[in-house]
C-alpha cells in the first residue's frame, strides 16, 4: 500500500515539487479508487504558496500500479511451488490488507489462482485477527490451535568445485533432522573443511556463511574417506551440527543459535529475489563445474590408463581417444563455459574410452583372483 502511495504521489508532483507533499493525498485517491471510477486529487497549498487539483481515473491508476502489484505474482507462485500445491488444489483465496479492496489486486489474484477471491473477510480485522490469534499462541493462552515455524531459507554445505549442497530445504517445517555422507575429493587429504551455508543460490560464495567445523581423518586414496553431516534444527531454532569420521567414529558439534532461523524478513527477501533474479546463470555456473569436474576425473583416469595398458591400445584406438581428450581439453579451456560443449566432450571421451575399461575391470578381475590363489 504505502509504495502505491509513493508511486501515485510521484506521478501527481508537479515539476520541482516534493512527492512527500502529495502522499496523504494519494492515499486518499486510491482508496476512493477502489469503488469509484474518477476521483479528483486535492492538495491545497502543499508548498504554502501552490495547489494541486487534477481528476485521476481508475484506469491510470491502475497503469501506475500495475508495476508494483505484477510484482507479487513470483511470490504467489512461489508459495504454492513451497507447499507443493497447484492453484486447483486451493479450496479458497482469502484476500487481507487494506490494498487488497483495490480491483486491480482481486483480478490479479483470480488471475493466478484460477478463481475468484474469498471476500468474505474483512481485510484489516482479519490482519488483527490473526495477530492476535499468534500472540495467544505464543503466551500460551489458546492452547488448541498449532503454530509451526519454517526455515526460511535453505541450510546447507559446499562441496567440492565451490557448489551449494542444500540439506535442509527452505520452508520445512520445524523441528527437524535431516544429513548426508560425504567424501574426500582428493587422494591424501588428511581432513575436510565443513563450510555451513545459508541461502539459495547454485554457489556456495553466493550464500551466507553461518559457521565453519574441521574434520580431520587419516589420509588415503581419493573417496576412501566417508564423513557423515546431519543437521539438526529444534523447536528453539537452534542448529546442531554433528560431523562424524566413520573410520574413527570421532565426532564434531557444532551450534549455531537463532541465525539459521531467525532473519531479518528483508534479508530473506533479497536472498530469494536475487535467487529468482540469477536463476538461469546460476544454474549454468552450476552445471558447467559439475561438467568440469567430471572432465578432470575423466582426463586423470584415462592418462593413468593409457600408461598403463598404452601398448595394448591399437593406432586407430590410441589416435580416437587423443582426438576425445583433446576436444575435452579444449572445452575446458574456452572461456565461454559451454556446459552443453563440454559434457557432449565428455561423452565423447567416455564412449571413445569403454573398451579400454573393459580391460582395467579385466585386469582388475585376474589381479584379485590371482591374489586368492584361484587362477592357474
Known amino acids: 500500500g504505502d509504495d502505491m502511495d509513493r508511486a501515485l504521489a510521484e506521478k501527481l508532483a508537479p515539476p520541482g515539487a516534493d512527492p512527500a507533499f502529495f502522499i496523504t493525498a494519494a492515499e486518499a485517491?486510491?482508496?476512493?479508487?477502489?469503488?469509484?471510477?474518477?476521483?479528483?486529487?486535492?492538495?491545497?497549498?502543499?508548498?504554502?504558496?501552490?495547489?494541486?487539483?487534477?481528476?485521476?481515473?481508475?484506469?491510470?491508476?491502475?497503469?501506475?500500479?500495475?508495476?508494483?502489484?505484477?510484482?507479487?505474482?513470483?511470490?504467489?507462485?512461489?508459495?504454492?511451488?513451497?507447499a507443493g500445491l497447484e492453484a486447483r488444489d486451493l479450496q479458497r483465496v482469502i484476500l487481507v490488507g487494506g490494498s487488497t479492496r483495490i480491483p486491480l489486486v482481486r483480478a490479479l489474484a483470480a488471475d493466478i489462482f484460477d478463481q475468484e477471491p474469498d471476500l468474505s473477510q474483512n481485510p484489516d480485522e482479519a490482519v488483527a485477527l490473526g495477530a492476535v490469534i499468534q500472540a495467544g499462541i505464543l503466551s500460551g493462552t489458546l492452547k488448541n490451535v498449532l503454530l509451526l515455524d519454517v526455515t526460511p531459507l535453505s541450510l546447507g554445505i559446499e562441496t567440492f568445485g565451490g557448489l551449494m549442497n542444500v540439506i535442509i530445504p527452505r520452508n520445512t517445517t520445524l523441528p527437524c533432522k535431516a544429513g548426508e555422507m560425504f567424501t574426500n575429493a582428493v587422494p591424501n587429504q588428511k581432513e575436510m573443511l565443513i563450510r555451513v551455508l545459508q541461502g539459495e543460490r547454485e554457489l556456495a560464495r553466493d550464500n551466507w556463511e553461518l559457521g565453519r567445523v574441521i574434520v580431520p581423518f587419516p589420509p588415503g586414496p581419493k573417496g576412501s574417506a566417508r564423513v557423515?553431516?546431519?543437521?539438526?534444527?529444534?523447536?528453539?531454532?537452534?542448529?546442531?551440527?554433528?560431523?562424524?569420521?566413520?573410520?574413527?567414529?570421532?565426532?564434531?558439534?557444532?551450534?549455531?543459535?537463532?541465525?539459521?532461523?531467525?532473519?531479518?524478513?528483508?534479508?530473506?527477501?533479497?536472498?530469494?529475489?536475487?535467487?529468482?533474479?540469477?536463476?538461469?546463470?546460476?544454474?549454468?555456473?552450476?552445471?558447467?563445474?559439475?561438467?568440469?569436474?567430471?572432465?578432470?576425473?575423466?582426463?586423470?583416469?584415462?592418462?593413468?590408463?593409457?600408461e598403463q595398458f598404452g601398448d595394448a591400445v591399437s593406432p586407430e584406438e590410441r589416435a580416437e581417444i587423443g582426438t576425445a581428450a583433446a576436444a575435452v581439453r579444449e572445452s575446458l579451456s574456452s572461456p565461454a563455459h559451454d556446459a552443453r560443449s563440454l559434457k557432449a566432450a565428455n561423452q565423447a571421451l567416455d564412449d571413445a574410452t569403454q573398451e579400454l575399461a573393459v580391460r582395467l575391470v579385466e585386469r582388475a578381475m585376474e589381479e584379485s583372483l590371482e591374489r586368492r590363489g584361484l587362477l592357474g
Open 29 to 82: 485517491a486510491k482508496k476512493r479508487l477502489s469503488t469509484e471510477d474518477t476521483t479528483r486529487v486535492e492538495a491545497p497549498f502543499y508548498d504554502g504558496a501552490h495547489s494541486l487539483s487534477v481528476e485521476l481515473t481508475r484506469g491510470e491508476f491502475e497503469k501506475i500500479i500495475r508495476p508494483l502489484i505484477e510484482r507479487t505474482r513470483a511470490h504467489c507462485l512461489r508459495a504454492l511451488s513451497d
Open 228 to 306: 557423515g553431516v546431519q543437521f539438526t534444527i529444534d523447536a528453539d531454532g537452534i542448529l546442531h551440527v554433528l560431523t562424524r569420521d566413520t573410520a574413527t567414529g570421532a565426532d564434531t558439534l557444532l551450534e549455531i543459535q537463532n541465525t539459521a532461523v531467525d532473519v531479518d524478513d528483508a534479508r530473506v527477501e533479497a536472498m530469494i529475489s536475487e535467487s529468482v533474479e540469477h536463476a538461469f546463470e546460476d544454474m549454468h555456473e552450476r552445471v558447467w563445474t559439475e561438467a568440469r569436474l567430471k572432465a578432470e576425473e575423466l582426463l586423470a583416469a584415462v592418462a593413468a590408463a593409457m
